[in-house]
T-cell receptor, first 115, second 113 residues
Framework: AQSVTQLGSHVSVSEGALVLLRCNYS??????LFWYVQYPNQGLQLLLK??????LVKGINGFEAEFKKSETSFHLTKPSAHMSDAAEYFC?????????????FGGGTRVLVKP | KAGVTQTPRYLIKTRGQQVTLSCSPI?????VSWYQQTPGQGLQFLFE???????NKGNFPGRFSGRQFSNSRSEMNVSTLELGDSALYLC????????????FGPGTRLLVL
């Protein structure tokens, strides 16, 4: 079975500072990995995805993530936080060999951006 | 291209009632999945439909059911509602069963009183 752990349910950063959100996965096979963002009262928006190509993945809104197999991690970063980055972020994993698109999500990390 | 749409956006029901939620996937997408989001349990997979057939199912009681129509639109039904069914129900669409990338709708927020 696959699982995802997001370290830190809440993260507070200053505007202009580095955003680092941690995600570790457990999977018997190299998984596909995703980061989604959820703004209040909205659905999930795809930020970026890793599907076994380049290990450094660039996404929307200046975010990027690096797949590190040895550390079973897929941490999300953004060099400079903006007030609009305040939201909840979810890491998710899927099994590339399984039929279907089921995602297993981490618990989420809520980001607060201080002016 | 229009995104995933869900109706209604908000719903209030009482215990024991049943409810039907609707989802229209992105044009051309044939796979539709449903997720439940609650503060306590987080995001949990309910089921996935492709070509009008349920392909995957999560660990939810039989009160939760769904179906998919020939135009790929999907509905999910919850019967005999319980207070614990209060949640945000999210629908996601994918191109097919191999695409893996899911695009989510805005959700239907269900409150059970």
């Amino acid at each position: 079975a696959q699982s995802v752990t997001q370290l830190g349910s809440h993260v507070s950063v200053s505007e202009g500072a580095l955003v680092l959100l941690r995600c570790n996965y457990s999977s018997s096979v190299p998984p596909y990995l995703f980061w989604y963002v959820q703004y209040p009262n909205q659905g999930l928006q795809l930020l970026l995805k890793y599907t076994s190509a380049a290990t450094l993945v660039k996404g929307i809104n200046g975010f990027e993530a690096e797949f590190k197999k040895s550390e079973t991690s897929f941490h999300l970063t953004k060099p400079s936080a903006h007030m609009s980055d305040a939201a909840e972020y979810f890491c998710a994993v899927s099994d590339p060999w399984a039929a279907g698109n089921k995602l297993t999500f981490g618990g989420g990390t809520r980001v607060l951006v201080k002016p | 291209k229009a995104g995933v749409t869900q109706t209604p956006r908000y719903l209030i029901k009482t215990r024991g009632q049943q409810v039907t939620l609707s989802c229209s996937p992105i044009s051309g997408h044939r796979s539709v999945s449903w997720y439940q989001q609650t503060p306590g349990q987080g995001l949990q997979f309910l089921f996935e439909y492709f070509s009008e057939t349920q392909r995957n199912k999560g660990n939810f009681p039989g009160r939760f059911s769904g179906r998919q129509f020939s135009n790929s639109r999907s509905e999910m039904n919850v019967s005999t509602l319980e207070l614990g069914d209060s949640a945000l129900y999210l629908c996601a669409s994918s191109l097919d069963l191999q695409g893996k990338t899911q695009y989510f709708g805005p959700g239907t927020r269900l409150l059970v009183l």
